[in-house]
């Protein structure tokens, strides 16, 4: 049996749900895109006189459920199939766009560079629980308005997974669009395979901004999958109850859902967000607290009665350093996660609310990953019953290491982790240097790095690549791209 | 206890009709605006601040007591001069150009004008001459920059810049917070001062509108 978590339950469910359409029904949106609010109201939705907020009734609301697809998949680089979101799988990528990186030779927490950039996409190449990128970072020595558009650019030179992102700006929206469509060869290939998911987030309350709603219309009709990024604050910018915030994150998300089918009916979308509770003390938005935790589970329960395909920020920590604090909140989000059956699952690496990006981290994260999808295995019988036959030959034979029975199944049942999580005894531990987490940490990376091998892009890709980025950056003002080693 | 230390613990409690219905006992009692300002709401803010610089008591706390403190300054503005009415000064603050983030913004704004400042809140996304021409309009002394986006980063030096261009750098200082920046970011552009939370903004704010022009 599969273990799954339920928060909330179908009559909970339910009435958050409707509570929710109530309020984009009566309150309604405040949108500060006005193309956008043309396209709702050519649909049917209702500009409230007094106030100007934009309404979505229930038929507006029904027409957009009814064409949100249930499942959508995602390609790789080389257009392999590596995601079906929808049919019950959990997958992780990292966390996303850190302002800054945990630098694993000194500790220090730096602005990331290019060679930061580099190693990431190369590390994250080889870590097989963590199904995609993500543009992890935003490296600080290109001019900023073309550092998201960038990482994107070196995701793709570096790796062969597909991509979580997002733009900052309207205009970064075309480049990254096009890095896109030159690794498919057309845009109707790219729609035909999506290589990437987009975050576009509304603003709480119940506002979508002129860049992030002209995101998800873009995206939408460029057939890119679009996560929804909600953000509650809990008893700040969204009511202190967990209820209560998963109406304003529910209605939140359905309305950028509507946007998105308004804008393409049947465009790929992933019922998501990154809620958080708001810690009054120290004025934060912590990632690792557990009610922040049991919004994201709730969340998901909520788009799963929908039938959607879901996302959550879990498996982050806010700690400044890779220290117990960060494996404890991490391994509690990732777990939670899986269990609640999040679809896509963004957070591995994340440091400091979501602010500062650790290599190191990554790779903890990444064998707490695999725990976990050995846990959502969960347990069943194989070849158990009856149990009399193995137990005489356990008996006769003192041991059951090369027992037929051992041999088809250790594989299936046991999940052995490494090199990260130490299962050594003291004296061998001893013997092979007394490394701390952190030092085998940096070994793992340090051999991911090395292991490395070049994407199978062609070579004529990349130099289209190179030529589309390097255009940009022109326009930005800067002459060269920083230098890259192979 | 006397009906203005009264009035003072009150504010602290944040009870705003409690701290109303004092301050007009205390008008009806005779007592003097001026007085029932300073030894009563002033000087309650004053504990309030206190405590919340020392961390023992949190925003939302500040926010009850200032709200207090308004209730009660409502019923007295009328009784002074004009100028009886004090202001530690202005402030121009924003989110800078690009930058949708308002939410830190927002509490430090709130928290400034707890501590009595007078804040021109010229919302998100704010281009650097709006922060310079609202400076100049309002007679501030000192702007607030947010930026939470590495993109948008670069748009504080260049606000940094306008000032100087206008010859305004003695005349308006300008402070920088929000998580993408830090003191040596400050530094860097040539901001004088950097905050990073809503505490010590009002601390460094307060200590810029103190330097003398
Ligand atoms: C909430 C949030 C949002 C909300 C913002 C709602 C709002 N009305 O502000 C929403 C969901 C809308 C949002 C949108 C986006 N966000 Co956002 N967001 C956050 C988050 C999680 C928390 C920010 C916050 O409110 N914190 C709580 C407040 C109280 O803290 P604060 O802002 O830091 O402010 C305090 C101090 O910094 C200081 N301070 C702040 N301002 C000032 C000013 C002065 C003068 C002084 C002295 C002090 C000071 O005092 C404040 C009080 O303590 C941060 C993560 C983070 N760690 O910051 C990401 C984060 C900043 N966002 C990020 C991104 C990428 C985006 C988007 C681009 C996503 C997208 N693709 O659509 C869009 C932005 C679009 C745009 N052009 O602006 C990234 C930035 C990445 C980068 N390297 O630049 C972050 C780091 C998260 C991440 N890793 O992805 N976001």
Redesign the interface.
């Known amino acids: 049996m599969r273990p799954s978590l339920t928060l909330l339950g179908t009559d909970l469910v339910r009435r958050i749900l409707a509570e929710a359409r109530d309020l984009l029904d009566t309150i309604g949106l405040d949108i500060h895109n006005p193309a956008v609010q043309d396209m709702l109201l050519a649909e049917g939705a209702r500009v409230d006189p007094s106030t100007a907020r934009v309404r979505l009734g229930a038929a507006l609301l029904d027409r957009a459920l009814a064409s949100a697809p249930r499942t959508f998949r995602l390609h790789d680089a080389l257009g392999r199939e590596t995601h079906h979101f929808g049919s019950g799988t959990v997958s992780f990528t990292p966390g996303s766009a850190a302002?800054n990186v945990l630098d694993g030779e000194t500790g220090a927490i730096r602005a990331p560079l290019t060679a930061d950039y580099v190693r990431y996409a190369k590390v994250v190449g080889g870590l097989r629980h963590i199904a995609s990128q993500s543009t992890a970072f935003?490296p600080?020595d290109v001019p900023?308005?073309v550092?998201?558009s960038y990482r994107l650019f070196l995701s793709l030179l570096y790796g062969e997974k597909p991509i979580v992102t997002g733009a900052?700006?309207i205009e970064a929206f075309e480049v990254m669009r096009d890095l896109l469509v030159i690794v498919r060869g057309s845009e109707a290939a790219l729609r035909e395979r999506p290589l990437a998911v987009f975050s576009c987030c509304p603003?709480a309350p119940l506002k979508w901004?002129d860049?992030?709603s002209q995101n998800v219309v873009d995206c939408a009709r460029s057939g890119i999958p679009v996560e929804f990024i909600s953000m509650p604050?809990a008893g700040?910018?969204s009511p202190v109850t967990i209820v209560g915030s998963l109406v304003q994150q529910t209605a939140e998300t359905l309305s950028g859902l509507v946007i998105s089918q308004v804008a393409s009916p049947g465009a790929p979308i992933l019922w998501g967000g990154s809620p958080a509770i708001f810690d009054?003390?120290?004025?934060t938005t912590p990632m690792g607290a557990v009610e922040t935790m049991m919004i994201d589970c709730a969340f998901t329960e909520i788009g799963h009665s929908l039938g959607l395909p879901t996302q959550a920020y879990m498996g982050l920590s806010d700690a400044k350093a890779l220290d117990a604090q960060a494996g404890l909140e991490s391994g509690l989000g990732v777990v939670l996660a899986a269990l609640s059956g999040v679809d896509n699952v963004s957070g591995p690496g994340m440091l400091d609310?979501e602010?500062c990006y650790s290599l190191e981290k990554l790779v903890v994260d990444h064998e707490i990953c695999g725990m976990a999808q050995r846990l959502i295995r969960g347990i069943e019988p194989r070849d158990d019953f009856p149990a009399r036959p193995l137990f005489e030959e356990l008996i006769r034979e003192k041991h059951l290491l090369i027992a037929k029975h051992t041999r088809r199944h250790l594989r299936d049942e046991i999940a052995f982790p490494g090199p990260v999580i130490d299962r050594a005894n003291q004296a061998r531990w001893a013997d092979e240097g007394r490394l701390t987490l952190g030092a085998r940490a940096r070994r793992e990376v340090e051999r991911l790095v090395a292991a490395w091998e070049p994407p199978r892009l062609g070579d004529d890709v990349k130099a289209q690549l190179d030529r589309r980025m390097a255009s940009a950056a022109r326009r930005a003002g800067m002459d060269a791209l920083p230098k890259r080693d192979a | 206890m006397s009906i203005l230390s009264d009035i003072a613990a009150s504010l602290q409690r944040g009870e705003d009709d409690e701290v109303a219905s004092l301050v007009r006992q205390a008008l009806d009692d005779g007592q003097d605006a001026v007085a029932i300002l300073h030894g009563g709401l002033i000087a309650g803010m004053g504990v309030v601040g206190e405590q919340f610089r020392e961390?023992e008591i949190?925003?939302?706390d500040v926010l009850l007591a200032a709200r207090a403190m308004y209730a009660g300054l409502a019923l007295l503005k009328p009784l002074l001069a004009k100028d009886g009415v004090p202001t530690a000064g202005t402030v121009v603050i924003g989110s800078v150009r690009?930058d949708?983030h308002d939410?830190?913004k927002n509490?430090v704004g709130i928290m400034l004008a707890g501590a009595g400042f007078d804040v021109v809140d010229l919302g998100s996304d704010v281009a650097p001459e709006r922060f310079v021409d609202a400076a100049c309009d309002h007679g501030a002394s000192v702007i607030g920059l947010s930026a939470l986006?590495?993109?948008?980063?670069?748009v504080m030096k260049d606000v940094v810049e306008l000032v100087r261009a206008r010859g305004l750098q003695d005349r308006i200082k300008i402070i920088v917070g929000g998580?993408?920046v830090s003191d040596a970011w400050a530094r860097q552009i040539g901001a004088d001062a950097y905050g990073y939370?809503?505490a010590s903004a009002v601390e460094r704010v307060r200590a810029l509108a103190r330097t003398p022009a």
């Open positions: 302002i935003i600080a900023s308005a550092s998201d900052f700006t603003t901004s860049v992030t604050l700040f910018m009054i003390r120290y004025e609310f602010s | 961390r949190f925003l939302p690009g949708l939410i830190g509490l986006l590495t993109t948008t980063m670069p998580a993408a939370d809503a």
